[in-house]
């Protein structure tokens, strides 16, 4: 309903942002260097952050600008289910007829990843995402799917990406196996106060608009209410850009926060 009102082109804190028009926060940076480091290395590595913070776009953007004749990048987010499950899924986006049996699956999966390394020179990057839903069982699986060689060899990349929870549960001593194998352990943090005031000036300018939309206690409220985690950002100012539509003001001030806030409040 403010498209109009605010004469935007596209609604700037719905519509997805495309890969190169992400905004470019500290966090990000470093989180897509751990990332592309832990790539180089060939090795396994955690990502983790709070709802919303932004973790499978990190994973996205970085992998969108790998060479596609160097890495093949599998996305796996069925987290709920056994290993057979997760067996197939795996197989699914390698492309390859995974079997009923549990061992002859997993056989078939480090046989492609062979080929894929040793033939097509590429390296396969799994990124498992809701990696925290993930079975104690299935995770070990996981570890042993990536050993070549008796650990002398790497042909596999692993990224598992979850919620905080994540962290609690590989510091188990059941996953001291796993937990030790981490080549990267990675939480990825909200925007800063004055990331949020250029995020929101980024999204807008994305939609058309180069004027200041928000007052500065709107993006206060905004910053402190969201600790800066993007996905909430984007709801919260949604709501707000509507209050303001509907009170027929220009900017969004303190009191259409709060309305927002107030809205979507459970």
């Given amino acids: 309903m403010y498209l109009r009102h605010f004469a935007f082109t596209r609604l700037p804190f719905e519509t997805p942002a495309q890969t190169d028009e992400l ?4 966090a990000r940076r470093e989180a897509e260097a751990r990332l592309g480091h832990l790539i180089e290395l060939k090795g396994i590595g955690m990502l983790t952050g709070e709802v919303g913070a932004g973790k499978t776009t990190v994973c996205r953007h970085l992998t969108a600008q790998l060479h596609p004749g160097l890495y093949r990048v599998h ?13 197939k899924a795996i197989g699914w986006e390698l492309g390859i007829a995974v079997e009923r049996s549990r061992s002859s699956a997993h056989h078939a999966i480090r046989g492609e990843v062979s080929r894929l390394a040793k ?16 079975r104690s069982d299935v995770l070990e699986d996981l570890r042993l799917l990536t050993n070549f060689a008796m650990d002398s060899e790497s042909r596999m990349c692993l990224i598992l990406v979850g919620l905080t929870e ?48 928000f007052e500065e206690p709107a ?18 100012a ?29």
Avoid: W
Avoid at 190 to 202: F, I, K, M, N, P
Avoid at 219 to 236: C, D, H, M, Y
């Fill in 166 to 213: 994540l962290r609690r549960r590989l510091a188990m001593a059941v996953h001291e196996s796993l937990s030790q194998r981490l080549v990267v352990r990675h939480h990825l943090t909200g925007l800063t106060r004055d990331e949020v005031d250029a995020y929101v000036t980024h999204r807008l300018r994305l939609a058309g608009c180069e004027l200041p939309v």
């Fill in 119 to 134: 033939e097509a020179k590429q390296l396969p990057v799994l990124v498992v995402d809701e990696a925290h839903h993930l």
């Fill in 75 to 87: 996305y796996v987010s069925l987290s709920t289910g056994n290993v057979l499950d997760m067996y």
């Fill in 219 to 236: 993006v206060e409220a905004l910053s402190q209410a969201t600790r800066g985690l993007p996905r909430k950002i984007n709801r919260i």
């Fill in 23 to 26: 905004f470019e926060s500290a």
């Fill in 238 to 266: 949604h709501y707000a850009l509507s209050a303001a539509a509907l009170d027929n003001a220009r900017t969004v001030n303190a009191d259409h926060l709060q309305r927002a806030l107030d809205e979507l409040r459970p």
